[in-house]
């Protein structure tokens, strides 16, 4: 089967990208392409390759970023992906997901409303990685009553989480 790769021209988005040392390659060349495709991009660290830093301190910041509208879109990258969209999901207004494969850099959004892409640095290539980054950016919700819905249902239950979990603490 042959596909064909359409890339839609937006309006250059405001990105936010972190990394800890098993994306931080990715990050550095994903970086520059998408500077170069004319985004506005908010590196959110590690600055630099640290062998023993933990994707959490990088990864926390810019889903918060991409929670609050500081940025538009975010990707993290850490060794296999994994990691970075666990603690991603954590943040109130995050919907975060593993990518592998351009079908589900697209419907994510569309669907979910993804709003933060992962990808596993040690796993993913810099040639597939660009293109699911330039899928995710392209794509945008669909507004279909059926993904709103679902869409209602999950931000309710993160508030029902947060509220009990306020509740439990204090």
């Not at 990394?19 to 990715?26: N, Q, S, V």
């Not at 990808?119 to 919700?141: K, P, R």
Request: overall charge negative.
């Amino acid at each position: 089967m042959t596909s064909c790769l359409i890339i839609i021209r937006q309006k250059p988005k405001f990105i936010g990208i972190a990394a800890d040392h098993g994306g931080f390659e990715l990050k550095q060349f994903l970086t520059i392409r998408l500077r170069g495709a004319g985004h506005t991009v908010t590196d959110f660290g590690d600055a630099q390759q640290q062998p023993d830093d933990d994707y959490t301190d990088f990864v926390v910041p810019l889903a918060r970023a991409v929670a609050s509208g500081e940025v538009q879109r975010g990707v993290a990258i850490c060794g296999s992906g994994v990691g970075a969209a666990v603690a991603a999901n954590k943040v109130n207004g995050v919907r975060a997901c593993l990518i592998h494969e351009s079908w589900s850099a697209h419907q994510g959004v569309e669907d979910d409303d993804l709003n933060l892409i992962c990808l596993g640095g040690l796993v993913t290539g810099h040639s597939l990685a660009w293109e699911l980054v330039q899928i995710f950016l392209g794509a945008g919700f669909s507004g279909s009553d059926r993904h709103r819905r679902r869409l209602s249902k999950m931000i309710a239950l993160e508030h029902y989480e947060a509220e009990r979990s306020a509740k439990a603490i204090g």
